[in-house]
């Protein structure tokens, strides 16, 4: 039995390169489920289990029974994820500002985006804040600008003043939520804020950053020979910069399912490359002598690697574009080693490399869904190389090929999609079959061509005929997201079941036999899961002036308007179409709302006045979340939650039980790490614990 459990384990050796980025996965997930940092004697034990493990896989795997050397070699690739996502922690680690600031910001700026409410939105590094210690002082601060501007045309590397709030960034609007703060700390950003004064310019841009200026030199050269939400997509596609673009265009893109086509992502990487690669290797293969003399292969694919390269630059680097380039580098590279460049293989390659590089990337959504797509194509059309060549007619090959990707690429990032963003587009497939084929052979070869154009001056040839394909994808976008049911909306998932999608999607394509068959249990089971999924019975933002309880219409809020992203939030994952004020609609209006609900009774005390009403609220039996301005006596016996305590807590979640009320806080699940640190040195006195909410609801 041993022997033949050796042997079956030996068999999988040969395919070691496709099992080691998901232990190495697994390793850096378990990271960022820990509740806290492992101390030095923490990661000295994880260091001696990563050795111990490779030197018994190493040692078993000389044995008589080498297969029984792979699991230690599997435990190896988890510990070792686990340090590289704790030193990558540390590598980062930059000043948080822990304390809310008003006054003079200055800094230079290196991205320029937009934010949810659609105000242009500017990163700034080399900060400097009015009376606050250099070594207090974040390394970047994101501004978003309301209010009169005007007075400055924001460009990369120019220096800039504004009178900005700013405080740390915040966590998530209930437990389990996404927490912003864990993505701020990865990308240095200490601070997030808002003006409603006028940025003033200081200095010009610098020429220390030539690729940001050339971007928006790029940008503002496309959208002045492309008018409207054309150019503004063209722009976007080629340099990343998606400032131009609408709301209403991002929203009927994303309702079509075709807002991947906006990001710089996999498919736009492999579109130029695989164009100019294409392009270079026919012409070169039809140049008399040059076909016979040289291996045009290889040049191409040199050429298109350093196109791959400029269009990163380009792109501003971002995570999703530097995840894209490493994928087609890798496939270039197998090229030019003489290997097959489409194969699970080099899939696995580019997963290690980022992983490797960024193990943060692991749990962005860039990630999963963009090799979820990959693994599932390149497994797929493998599978049906030989049907494809034997049974189709070369004219249809192509359309099947274009229908066939559509679908794969859906089923495989659907998953990943609506756990992520709460819904579906239904009809997707249709919009993509129509408009990937026009983006793939129009819009990324005449970008190519207005690159090639643009030293003779000649570039709006390009960009003229590029406009068009561009208008029909929008047109497209436009008339899909307004069909009857064009959108579904999903309830967000339990926390186990992407973790079971994904490994069980993985056995399915890379096992065999009885493995491909749990695998594909596992899926089911999931799904299944995902079908009893459950919500909060009541949600406190962390300010405590929205209260979301649910109700048999769905989640009733206390107000119409503010705190706007907290009540999409959580609408969006109870699966509601409905918006904030159809939300707020749902529950009687009141001065001070009151939710009596099976076990417990709430009322918030907020806006004018509030301290007025307290005492008042507080002779009720209810719990008392009071809103308003900390003050400096509360009513004696008062069963009350305010900003102090919230503050501390962060977002609460109830759920009703047979045992009584319920309580998480954001505290409990996001723990003590190295991104929320700055939110529990906002202590005050005489605040309730996370551990003390529970007997402070009991008191009822």
Known sequence: MASAISERLERLRGRLILFAPIFLGIGIGVYFLLRTEPGVIGWAVVDGLAVGAAMAGWLIGRSALPGFGLPFLAAAAV??????????????????????????????????????????????????????????????????????????????????????????????VEPGGFDFRRMAWFRSIGAVGYTTKPALALAPPERALPIHRLRAAISAAVQAEIPGEAGAFAAAITTGDRSAMGQETVEALRASNLAHLLAISGLHMGLLVGFVFGTLRLGLALTPGVGVSMDVRKVAAVVALAAGAFYLAMSGGAVSTSRAFVMVAVMLVAILVGRRALTLRAVAVAALILLILKPESLVEAGFQMSFAATTALVFVFGALRDVQRGKLPKWARPVFAVVLSSLVAGLATAPFSAAIFNRVAHYGLIANVVSVPVMGTLVMPLAVLAALLAPLGLSWIALDLMRWPIEWILWVAKKVAALDGAVGHVIAPPDAVMPMIALGGLAVILLRGAGRAAGAVVVVAALALWTQATRPDVLISPSGSLIGAMTAEGRALTKARGEGFAARSWLENDGDSTDQEGAAARMAQATDPQFDLPGLTLRLVSGRGAADRLEGACASEALVVFAGKPLDRYPEGCNMLDRAALARTGALAITLTADGPRVTSVAQVSGRRPWTRADQTKTRRNQPAASDLPLLIARQ
Not at 106 to 131: F, K, N, P
Request: aromatic residues 6%; without cysteine.
């Open 79 to 172: 510990m070792t994820g686990l340090m590289l996502a704790g030193g990558r922690t540390a590598m980062v680690a930059a000043p948080v500002l822990d304390f809310r600031y008003y006054g003079p910001v200055e800094g230079r700026i290196v991205v320029i985006d937009r934010s949810q409410s659609d105000a242009v939105r500017l990163t700034l590094d080399r900060v400097r804040l009015d009376d606050v210690a250099p070594w207090k002082v974040p390394d970047r601060v994101r501004v978003s600008l309301h209010g009169q501007q005007g007075f400055v045309d924001p460009v990369p590397g120019m220096r800039i003043a504004v009178t900005s709030h700013l405080s740390g960034p915040e966590g998530p």
